[in-house]
Nanobody, 122 residues
Framework: VQLQAFGGGLVQAGGSLKLSCAAS????????MGWFRQAPGKDREGVGC????????YYIDSVKGRFSISRDNDKMTGTLQMNDLKPEDTAVYYC????????????????WGQGTQVTVSS
């Protein structure tokens, strides 16, 4: 499976960005899709995840109510809609898939996109 994440950019605080993740190689409909981010000098953290059948989504507390994850299994794509962005959201964002269930740790994910930079200015 190859994943490509795109849609990052520079935005002012309070603004919005929509990240997309496109999969190719094989279907990912059986896998969950997670979104992760890594800020300079910090460890990678899980932002959220959506289960394989769009049944459930999970988010870390700091993005609840601002970020929304969705996916289209037919198109093999996933999205991370980010609203009310804050400077602390600045990071490289990654999409990942592989496990059936959602996990907060990236160690469970086998396939990763290349990352897309999100920069939020104050």
């Amino acid at each position: 499976v190859q994943l490509q994440a795109f849609g990052g950019g520079l935005v002012q605080a309070g603004g919005s960005l929509k990240l997309s993740c496109a999969a190719s190689g094989r279907t990912i409909s059986s896998d969950s899709m997670g979104w992760f981010r890594q800020a300079p000098g910090k460890d990678r953290e899980g932002v959220g995840c959506i289960t394989n059948k769009n049944e459930s989504t999970y988010y870390i507390d700091s993005v609840k109510g601002r970020f929304s994850i969705s996916r289209d299994n037919d198109k093999m794509t996933g999205t991370l809609q980010m609203n009310d962005l804050k400077p602390e959201d600045t990071a490289v964002y990654y999409c990942a898939t592989g496990p059936v269930s959602c996990y907060s740790s990236g160690n469970y994910y086998r396939y990763w996109g290349q990352g897309t930079q999100v920069t939020v200015s104050s």
